[in-house]
């Protein structure tokens, strides 16, 4: 398989998949598009549909274009992986939450974008954005007290490559967390899948200048 990315610094939505399919040990070839370049439509319509990154192209040469739906489809294709929890009430629960950050909190990704090179602390702090925060904030401390984490369900899970992104926006930005949302924040940074995303936006030389300053 092929899983299309964009820059490793920015793209926060090519971030969950890769950071999923490394995890579990799901073998992959990556291909990278630098986003903001003139080209970077065209080169990622020469593999996905949408014009935009992720998509996971298959052996048979089938596509799949959105970070969630690839997390389905590699549950789908790897059954022998828990990548949602086994058992159903907290299999409902950890699609719930991973479907609100599928399509909320825009305030957040608006005005706390994902740079992992960069520290904007105190920065972007809209009341649309710390209401966003404050969300997510009780998301993690409900699913840690309900499950007993490490992770939000026990496990590291699609919920948790979900919400890594967000923890990269949190890195960055450095907004006020509950003791126990930082706590669960610090291990997402730490576990070993998106600690390679983290070495690898390190090192990446490409930079997009609107993404590098904030008033």
Request: proline share 7%; with cysteine.
């Amino acid at each position: 398989m092929k899983l299309l990315i964009g820059d490793k610094n920015y793209s926060s939505w090519s971030m969950r998949p890769w950071v999923l399919m490394k995890h579990f040990g799901i073998p992959f070839e990556e291909v990278g598009v630098r986003l903001g370049e003139p080209d970077t439509r065209d080169s990622i319509l020469a593999h996905s549909p949408s014009g935009k990154v992720p998509c996971l192209i298959a052996d048979d040469g089938s596509s799949v274009w959105d970070s969630l739906a690839i997390a389905e489809t590699l549950a789908e294709r790897f059954p022998q992986h828990a990548m949602w929890p086994r058992d159903p009430i907290r299999r409902g629960h950890a699609r719930c939450v991973s479907a609100e950050m599928h399509s909320g909190f825009g305030d957040l990704r608006t005005n706390m974008w994902m740079n992992i090179r960069a520290s904007f602390p105190g920065k972007g702090a809209t009341p649309a954005a710390l209401a966003d925060i404050a969300r997510v904030d009780e998301i993690w401390t409900d699913c840690i007290c309900d499950y007993g984490g490490p992770f939000l369900f026990g496990d590291f899970s699609i919920a948790d490559a979900m919400y890594a992104p967000v923890v990269m926006r949190f890195n960055t930005w450095k907004p006020a967390l509950s003791e126990m949302a930082a706590a669960y924040a610090e291990r997402v940074t730490q576990e070993p899948s998106v600690q390679a995303w983290i070495q690898d936006a390190l090192q990446e030389g490409h930079a997009i200048g609107y993404y590098d300053n904030v008033a």
